[in-house]
């Protein structure tokens, strides 16, 4: 494996590291598109194993926090999603079906009852 396919393998584990990301891809990935609140609640629910309209004020902020200053930025740069914070639409982009493969491998090994609602890749 050359240098350049090493660096690519290791920033596609990087990101698929944290669970908000994965959770955030999978329900993109059946979607193609998403509404940023509508993902706030998803994700969440999903850390939480709860039901979406259960998730409180609070943790709904925290979730929203954590995507709009950290993963979606993240995401956006190595060309997995593009999004415009102001509509909060969420768009897949080019890049995502490079880290596809990963993701599904990421998805078959997730707990069973985290992905309950989530859908199919």
């Known amino acids: 494996m050359d240098q350049t396919s090493a660096n690519r393998m290791e920033a596609a584990c990087s990101l698929l590291a944290e669970s908000e990301r994965r959770f955030l891809l999978y329900q993109l990935a059946g979607e193609r598109s998403a509404n940023l609140e509508d993902l706030i609640a998803q994700v969440a629910a999903w850390e939480l194993d709860a039901r979406a309209d259960a998730i409180d004020k609070e943790v709904r902020q ?9 993963h979606l930025p993240r995401l956006e740069d190595y060309d ?11 768009v897949l982009a080019e890049g995502f079906e490079d880290i596809k493969p990963l993701l599904e491998q990421f ?3 997730e707990a069973e009852s985290e992905l309950r609602e989530r859908p199919p890749l």
């Open 62 to 70: 925290r979730v929203y926090v954590s995507l709009v200053h950290n």
């Open 80 to 90: 997995i999603i593009e999004y415009d914070l102001r509509s909060g639409d969420i």
């Open 107 to 109: 998805r078959q090994t």
